[in-house]
């Protein structure tokens, strides 16, 4: 399983609680979208994840900005994500940020808003914030692979799915 999280937004821990605990714990690989603020935030993710695969958000320290990129290219389940916490321009800026790194999807962070959005040209996944919603649904994303891509879903620290989705991969 890949687990989706961003906007973590903390001083002290992780703030993983309920099915985004379990769902860290799980994943074969998790991915952060940035913003986690200081950087034993950063090693307490390091701590849970098996692997974890981060970029830095607006809000992080420089001990973070040090020791992980602004934006990267992750592969699972045949599917290849560029992953950024957030570009200037909205959608077009994003899937021109996907198509830049040859990218089937993109995920990203900053809003706080979860989000799967496939109409263009490019899927664009926001896991939203487990740790700092802002008016939206705490959330998280989980992917898990199927024969064609991968199925995924929009999930609360409660365990409620609020949204389903699938991402092709590629031929």
């Given at each position: ?65 040090g020791r ?46 979860p989000t ?23 959330a998280h ?31």
């Amino acid at each position: 399983m890949l687990t989706v999280v961003s906007d973590t937004h903390s001083t002290a821990g992780h703030r993983l609680t309920g099915r985004t605990l379990e769902a860290v714990r799980e994943a074969e690989l998790v991915v952060h979208a940035g913003d986690f603020m200081t950087e034993s935030v950063l090693d307490a993710f390091y701590d849970e994840a098996d692997t974890l695969r981060a970029v830095s958000g607006n809000n992080d320290d420089h001990g973070i900005r040090g020791r992980i990129p602004e934006a990267r290219t992750v592969e699972y389940g045949g599917v290849r994500f560029a992953v950024t916490h957030t570009r200037n321009g909205g959608a077009t800026a994003l899937t021109l940020f996907g198509r830049e790194r040859d990218a089937d999807a993109v995920v990203f962070g900053h809003s706080h808003r979860p989000t799967f959005d496939a109409t263009g040209p490019l899927a664009l996944l926001n896991p939203g914030s487990h740790a700092q919603p802002r008016g939206y649904r705490a959330a998280h994303a989980e992917l898990e692979e199927t024969t064609g891509g991968l199925r995924g879903r929009l999930c609360t620290p409660d365990g409620d799915v609020f949204e389903e989705f699938t991402i092709r991969k590629r031929e």
